[in-house]
């Protein structure tokens, strides 16, 4: 079965830390780019941060750059999301999401997370909430 599942979503406070995790089966792990996204309230999807286990630079959105990195365990396909400095505004469900490479792995993963409505492969989210 093809699916991803987040989790390590949770209550921190501002200017805390927190790590999500995307667990991925069903596909081939280095074929696909791993996108991360958050919705928060009233607002729309934003896709933040993307990585590939193909290249060495991930992909991060301006709004959390400096403070969040990726990672993956190829061994293990599992996709980190690791938040640093964490501001209320980071409150939001977060997902992941899965698309196949096409072309270079960072132009994937630039489509991904700008244009993120055609995607099909989708995790259920998880919760992060900043809060004092």
């Known amino acids: 079965e093809v699916q991803l599942v987040e989790s390590g979503g949770g209550l921190v406070q501002p200017g805390g830390s927190l790590t999500l995790s995307c667990a991925a089966s069903g596909f081939t792990f280095d074929d696909y780019v791993i996108g991360w996204f958050r919705q928060a309230p009233g607002k729309e999807r934003e896709g933040i941060s993307c990585f590939s286990s193909r290249i060495n630079n991930a992909y991060y959105t301006s709004s959390v750059k400096g403070r969040f990195t990726v990672s993956g365990d190829a061994t293990n396909n599992i996709v980190y999301l690791h938040m640093n400095g964490l501001k209320p505004e980071d409150t939001a469900r977060y997902y992941c999401?899965?698309?196949?490479?096409?072309?270079?792995?960072?132009?994937?993963?630039?489509?991904?997370?700008?244009?993120?409505?055609?995607?099909?492969?989708w995790g259920q989210g998880t919760l992060v909430t900043v809060s004092s």
């Open positions: 999401a899965a698309d196949k490479i096409v072309g270079s792995p960072l132009a994937s993963c630039l489509t991904m997370t700008t244009m993120d409505a055609y995607l099909e492969l």
